[in-house]
């Protein structure tokens, strides 16, 4: 069993920056990422990064977010700058290993207008 333990988050003005992070209980996932779920809406990917380094983006938060990864501390981060009220979600970590899915407990990310 994996699992994702997830830290960051809270409440920030519009326009301003968050960033999350989220560690595995192993190494060498395949695909560590973040999807968000806003009351009422279902989940979606924001972004992901493969074990090599390619990321993928939402339309919605390119430019304003960023993916990372220390593979050396199983560790993936989302940096969120310029953060609007729609981005209001829980925050999920997500990770691959073997081709199965983990999810995190998730993070409240609220921005007040």
């Known amino acids: 069993q994996v699992q994702l333990v997830e830290s960051g988050g809270g409440l920030v003005q519009a326009g301003g920056s968050l960033s999350v992070s989220c560690v595995a209980s192993?190494?060498?996932?395949?695909?560590l990422g973040w999807h968000r779920q806003a009351p009422g809406k279902q989940r979606e990917l924001v972004a992901s990064?493969?074990?090599?380094?390619?990321?993928t983006y939402a339309d919605s938060v390119k430019g304003r977010f960023s993916i990372s990864r220390d593979n050396a501390k199983n560790t993936v981060y989302l940096q969120m700058d310029s953060l609007k009220p729609e981005d209001t979600a829980v925050y999920y970590c997500?990770?691959?290993?073997?081709?199965?899915?983990?999810w995190g407990q998730g993070t409240q990310v609220t921005v007040s207008s």
């Open positions: 192993r190494s060498n996932a395949l695909v």
């Open positions: 990064i493969t074990r090599d380094g390619k990321s």
């Open positions: 997500y990770a691959n290993f073997d081709f199965r899915g983990y």
